[in-house]
């Protein structure tokens, strides 16, 4: 038979299918979630296998001695406090393991980006991304209380501020008071599209961060919505984030294409712990091979057009490396 084109001659061998990869994931590329806990000597999985890692701050300074070595992307960092509080103070007191954990890892891996979630969910009795009046989770009096505690993470040495709250107007006020705190330095990846999702699930275990009343449909956004999407992610940029993220990552992959061709700035996306958690929950019923699968997943979202990933796979990715 005479065919004019035939595609299985550059897929005949593993070593001229590496030759014409077009996308590749690198442990670079991957950022790996912690939850940090004030105490010492603290490594707990909240679930076997899910990867959410809770750790106090000396056992953060050995996760990012390895993370370091392998060459990872960065940590991401969210904070699980000794005590919840509603009124948006004491947060210093509420940040110390994070204090410390920042110091930790800057003296171990000075050099390996730190990124910190700016968010209140996991501070607060009512698990509410912001400051609640009645029951109503009011938007400015929130972005005070952010724009303090990305100033703190600013002042002990993350390399990115993280808002995941979905308040509006934060990205611009959080710039503004960076700047004025003498922050210049300290960049913001804005959490730009974060839908309303079910698949935070195992991370809110983690965080202790589920809401006590209601849900967060009131801020963050409905899956529904590819123009709002891009209003989210326009603002953002127009407000000042340095980077942009966009999560879940697999049930957006659509809108990690649309932001990658609506800005240049780097593009982050979160295969968040529900994400994970099907792929690994697949995995050992036997119903599907997770490494397979996750590489899978992986490959799709940067070919979707993200930089980077933040992955609960990121640690596991660097110990092999
Ligand atoms: C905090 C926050 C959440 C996640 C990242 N930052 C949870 C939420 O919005 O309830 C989810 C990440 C994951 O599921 O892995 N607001």
New binding site residues.
């Given amino acids: 038979m005479k065919f004019p084109v035939r595609l299985r001659r550059l897929r005949r061998t593993p070593s001229i299918r590496g030759l014409f990869a077009e996308t590749t994931v690198a442990t670079r590329h991957l950022v790996q ?1 912690y939850f940090v806990v004030s105490g010492k000597g603290v490594r707990q999985e909240t679930r076997p296998g899910l990867g959410l890692w809770q750790v106090s701050p000396d056992v953060l300074r050995e996760e990012v001695a390895m993370l370091a070595k392998g060459g990872a992307g960065g940590v991401m960092l ?1 904070g699980v406090p000794d005590f919840k509080r509603d009124d948006g103070q004491q947060l210093v007191g509420q940040l110390a393991p994070l204090e410390a954990a920042i110091g930790e890892s800057k003296s171990v891996a000075p050099e390996l980006p730190i990124f910190a ?1 700016v ?1 209140l ?2 501070y607060t009795t009512h698990g509410h ?1 912001g400051l609640v009046k009645g029951h109503e989770i009011v938007n400015d009096e929130s972005v005070r209380v952010l724009c303090e505690m990305a100033g703190l993470f600013a002042k002990w040495g993350v390399d990115f501020v993280c808002p ?2 979905m308040m509006d107007g934060r990205i611009g006020a959080i710039r503004q008071a960076l700047d004025e705190g003498g922050h210049t330095n300290t960049s913001i990846l804005s ?1 730009a599209i ?1 839908m309303a999702s079910a ?2 699930g ?3 275990e983690a ?1 202790h ?1 589920a809401p006590s009343f209601g849900d ?1 449909r009131s801020y ?1 956004m409905p899956a529904h919505n590819r123009r709002e999407a891009r209003r989210e992610l326009l603002l953002d940029v127009e407000e000042g984030a340095d980077a942009l993220l966009v ?1 879940p990552a697999m049930t957006n992959l659509d809108l990690i294409r649309d932001a990658r061709e609506a800005t240049d700035l780097p593009l982050f996306a ?1 295969q ?3 994400e994970y958690a099907m792929m690994r929950a697949a995995g050992d019923a036997g119903l599907i091979d997770f490494e397979r699968a996750l590489e899978e997943s992986l490959v799709s979202i940067r070919r979707a057009g993200a930089d980077v990933i933040v992955s ?1 796979a990121a640690r596991e990715w660097c110990k092999r490396a």
Avoid: T
């Fill in positions: 979630p969210f979630d968010c969910c996991a991304c995941s709250d959490y974060k698949f935070y195992p991370f809110r965080a961060s967060r963050q999560k979160y968040v712990s529900g609960y």
